[in-house]
């Protein structure tokens, strides 16, 4: 077993020493922050935008390219005011490809966001300073970072907190009743906006007002989707909220607070901070990057982007505003606009659509009002791979789309669902795997870490999802068992710990609709919180129309509620599976609106353990592999520990740590990667590999500017 492990890790070197290699060769175009797109893109004279660059290869694709074509990016900052757009002008072809790619051992940053200075120091410790073109209403923004981390907006109650309604109007979506002393006394809140909590959703409505003689507040629009099920106390009778951005609710540090008439920006200070010491960001560009071919109507086939490729590329600092009306989210991030047209998603920082053979690799997507990253409609045998997507406002990847989009049929002559008129629109084929996905739902509390749309033939696999607001991972869209192009998808060898953090009726992975061939397969579950709201949070949760799905040899474990669910579902296979439920008094799978005979169960390991999973226990030998490969441990998570825990060298790393040699922490740190000597030797590898590749370029860089 030893020698096994041994050659796959050698063969990881040798890949990533041709990885290496590659990115030494030479390149067509250079691009750098102190570049100028008056110069010709050499090494030399490098241009200073992305842009200007895309257009450079774009003479060359329309020439024809014969090799393929390479864009080394320097390091640094390029921020942008509105996105990156490829077409298909800027295509590769069948046989050669177009890169986009960082310099050997840098990271260059594009980022739509803008660099906030001139704070002053107020009399009571807070900082202010005044943004003219907020006070002119032609900018505004609801994100602030700070030093590289998202600071809330000034809120109430602080933290992940928050408070219970006491009683809703008749109306059930406009006014309710609060307990005595939950909304500070001296406050009217209008202009201020309410964070309600549905269930599995949650909705974000402007607030009218407050009436302290009576505990009442009123909201500027509905509460929540038109739907019954989401009246205000439909799901419980004191559902919660919490409220935010409002100047008398800035109480903690950290906070801040924007007024859109002055234009004035009040943050209340971390300690140790000072103003010239510290970076404030506020995102302009609502996306970064789009690549998309064109799709003009039904009656013909999308003409695609092909070969197109981005690695090593850091995507940060994008916006989104409030739809008019307010954000009524119905679930998974989609939300029902007050117009009455179908229901509505957020904007991907990164979207890939209508291409074919297209990769985001070895990249980062971060602090983003929208979502992470999209292979969307049409987008086929394209990859996101080895990229760290974190504090997401929503989803965090995207693959396919929901059934919403409207079409004309082939003649041109009814309107209707794409899925229905056409079906082979559908995003397949798609690859989605080792990848580190985590912080989703920042502001948008009932999304994702990965979300499968009508889509298929698609691997989901090898990914670290942790720290997610509502599901994990979620597949299908449909509330029904109605055929649809959401089968043949493969979700397998993840790790999901520490999601459903702050809703409910979700799992580490949930799904909807009939969803033949589909496998979830392989995959590690734990750290399950007891829903706060009313249906229960699981391990794995098979919702409306689920079936002639396969699960097998999947471990779930510390889940405070059962480790399954089914609810309204069909026929599906579990087999091979290890639950494990910490009481007796909770059933191993949840039937919900579904007969227990309707699931085939075959060998399954049934087991009852209250208290922490030790780290020699049988539950980490059920799927050893899952969650990130080897070659991406360190890249995404940092070098291991060292914490002295030699008799748990047998346990896989994850790049966490233990509160003792042989028991995992408590609050969702894991003993799951590969052993913690081997991961030695796997850094002073890297380190040496990355310090011949950097001599190998440079050299290949001084050669070129010789010539």
């Known amino acids: 077993m030893l020698r096994s492990f041994f050659k796959k890790s050698a063969m990881v070197y040798v890949a990533t020493a041709a990885i290496a290699v590659a990115s030494a060769a030479r390149a067509d175009f ?8 008056l110069n010709p893109g050499t090494v030399a004279l490098p241009f200073a935008t992305i842009t200007r660059a895309r257009d450079a290869v774009r003479t060359l694709v329309a020439s024809g390219l014969t090799e393929d074509v390479r864009v080394v990016i320097g390091g640094g900052t390029y921020r942008l005011t509105e996105p990156i757009v490829l077409g298909v002008q800027d295509s590769g072809t069948l046989t050669f490809s177009v890169s986009y790619e960082a310099e050997v051992g840098q990271q260059p940053v594009i980022s739509g966001g803008r660099v906030i200075t001139g704070f002053s120091v107020n009399p009571d410790g807070t900082w202010s300073t005044v943004i003219p073109e907020v006070a002119a209403g032609t900018w505004t923004f609801r994100e602030l970072f700070v030093d590289g981390q998202r600071r809330p907006r000034a809120r109430h109650p602080n933290g992940n907190v928050a408070n219970r309604i006491e009683s809703a109007a008749p109306d059930q979506r406009t006014t309710f009743q609060f307990f005595e002393g939950d909304i500070p006394a001296s406050t009217n809140l209008s202009g201020a906006e309410l964070v309600f909590f549905h ?11 407050v009436d302290h003689a009576t505990n009442t507040l ?3 629009d509905p509460i929540g989707p038109a739907a019954p099920i989401f009246d205000i106390t439909f799901f419980e009778n004191n559902p919660r909220y919490y409220v935010e951005n409002d100047i008398a609710l800035l109480d903690a540090p950290g906070e801040w607070y924007l007024d859109e008439l002055t234009g004035t920006l009040t943050y209340k200070p971390v300690d140790g901070e000072t103003p010239a010491s510290i970076e404030f960001v506020a995102p302009v560009s609502e996306q970064l990057l789009i690549v998309q071919g064109v799709f003009e109507s039904a009656t013909m086939s999308p003409q695609f982007v092909r070969n197109v490729h981005f690695r090593g590329l850091a995507f940060e600092h994008s916006a989104w505003p409030l739809p008019v009306g307010g954000f009524a989210e119905y679930q998974a991030g989609f939300y029902e606009p007050r117009d009455g047209t179908p229901f509505y998603d957020l904007p991907a ?3 890939i659509e209508q291409a074919d053979n297209c990769s985001f690799t070895g990249g980062r ?10 292979a969307g409609r049409t987008a086929q045998n394209c990859s996101i791979v080895g990229n760290a997507i974190t504090d997401i406002a929503g989803n965090g990847i995207i693959v396919g789309e929901d059934q919403f989009r409207n079409i004309r049929n082939i003649n041109d002559v009814a309107l209707g669902q794409w899925w229905i008129l056409e079906p082979t629109q559908a995003a397949r084929d798609n690859v989605v795997r080792n990848n580190l996905v985590e912080h989703c739902g920042k502001v948008f509390h009932g999304c994702v870490g990965i979300w499968v749309g009508l889509a298929h033939d698609n691997a989901v696999s090898n990914n670290l999802i942790r720290y997610i607001t509502w599901t994990g991972i979620s597949v299908g869209t449909i509330f029904n068992d109605t055929v649809s192009p959401c089968h043949d998808n493969a979700i397998t060898f993840n790790h999901i710990h520490d999601v459903m953090r702050l809703l409910s009726d979700g799992a580490g992975i949930y799904t909807l609709g009939r969803q033949n061939g589909t496998l979830l397969g392989n995959n590690i579950i734990h750290e399950i919180p007891l829903n706060q709201g009313v249906s229960s949070s699981t391990g794995i949760f098979l919702d409306q129309g689920s079936t002639e799905i396969v699960l097998d040899q999947n471990a779930i474990f510390s889940v405070i509620r059962p480790p399954m669910k089914v609810n309204i579902a069909g026929i599906n ?3 091979n599976n290890t639950f494990i439920r910490s009481t007796d008094s909770i059933p191993y799978i949840l039937y919900s609106n579904t007969p227990q005979g309707i699931l085939t169960l075959e060998n399954n390991d049934f087991t009852t353990q209250a208290g922490p999973i030790r780290c020699d226990h049988s539950v980490y030998s059920v799927t050893p592999t899952a969650g990130l490969g080897l070659a991406y441990l360190t890249p995404l998570l940092g070098p291991p520990i060292d914490d002295g825990c030699t008799s748990c060298a047998g346990v896989p790393y994850s790049g966490q740590f233990f509160d003792s040699c042989d028991v995992c922490q408590g609050n969702g740190l894991t003993c799951l990667g590969i052993p913690t000597m081997s991961n030695w030797a796997t850094v002073i590898f890297t380190l040496l590999l990355m310090t011949a590749a950097t001599l190998v370029f440079s050299r290949s860089r001084r050669t070129t500017v010789e010539s």
Do not use: L, P, Q, Y
Request: charged share 15%; aromatic share 8%; hydrophobic share 45%.
């Open 30 to 37: 250079f691009v750098a922050v102190d570049g100028s797109d």
């Open 199 to 209: 269930d599995w959703s949650i909705s974000r409505i402007g607030i009218s007002g």
């Open 218 to 220: 009123t909201t500027t």
């Open 349 to 351: 920082a990164v979207v």
């Open 365 to 374: 997507i971060a602090h983003i009002g929208g979502w992470g990253i999209m």
């Open 573 to 575: 296979t579990v087999r």
